[in-house]
């Protein structure tokens, strides 16, 4: 794969850091030219500059992704830039920023949630699918959890969120297959990332115990799996979830 994607231009959201970071540079190394897209522009120029540096031509997006005329109107400028943007991998996420029992979820915590997970990526893939049709051609990946397979003890926003992320690329894989689009979800188990390690080293190492290789993923891991999907290797899946997640759960029949 490591010369699937020359010729190809590539937007990746929250790509400041841990999975969406990983991902934009794997890609990147792929032979993608890169759209990169997150709030944190410090952060989000360092990885601009990685990928520069590999020889890969690269546009920044710096806004939250809740700006849904932000999105469209960054999307389209990028896409104008570079000619086209033929792979979208939907990874902008929040995670848990209170209390996770349900009768502590407060409305904005809730709307943030959905806002950023849900809407964002919707936002996302309704500015790219008409230049995707045109050519016939697109890739779509939602970044999932396995939360949003089996649900959680706390935070079902956050699992409703990530439930929402998988059902839609179902959709949207049914819906734009006619023209060579398509869309599948990825849910990994647990990742160390900054955003987990905001919790503390000793819930990722509680939560890797869970699964059967007793561990937790690095970002590149879970960037693996995506580039799997967007390559030529990957052209025969579409609605389908994969799931890097050390046997967390077991899926399949």
């Given at each position: ?38 709030l ?50 939907n ?73 929402a ?8 894989a ?48 879970i ?31």
């Open positions: 794969m490591a010369s699937d994607l020359k010729g190809r231009v590539a937007l990746v959201t929250g790509s400041a850091g841990g999975i969406g970071q990983a991902t934009a540079v794997m890609l990147a190394h792929m032979g993608a030219d890169m759209v990169l897209l997150d944190k522009e410090e952060a989000l120029e360092e990885t601009a500059r990685v990928i520069a540096a590999s020889g890969r031509s690269v546009e920044t997006i710096c806004l939250d992704i809740r700006d849904r005329d932000g999105v469209k109107a960054g999307i389209g400028e990028a896409e104008k830039s570079l000619g086209r943007i033929d792979i979208l991998i990874n902008a996420g929040v995670g848990l920023a209170g209390p996770g029992a349900i009768e502590h979820i407060e409305d904005h915590d809730l709307d943030r949630m959905f806002g950023v997970h849900v809407m964002g990526a919707f936002a996302a893939t309704r500015a790219v699918v008409p230049g995707m049709k045109a050519r016939k051609f697109g890739r779509i990946v939602n970044i999932a959890s396995n939360r949003g397979q089996v649900g959680f003890t706390d935070g079902s926003h956050y699992s409703g969120a990530k439930g992320l998988i059902a839609m690329a179902k959709s949207w049914k819906e734009l297959a006619p023209w060579g689009i398509l869309a599948n979800a990825v849910a990994p188990g647990v990742v160390r990332t900054a955003m987990t390690e905001e919790h503390g080293m000793e819930a990722i190492v509680e939560e890797a115990s869970w699964n059967l290789m007793n561990r937790w993923a690095e970002p590149e891991e960037a693996a799996t995506v580039a799997f999907l967007v390559s030529d290797a990957g052209a025969y899946y579409t609605g389908q979830l994969m799931c890097p997640n050390g046997g967390d759960p077991i899926v399949g029949i």
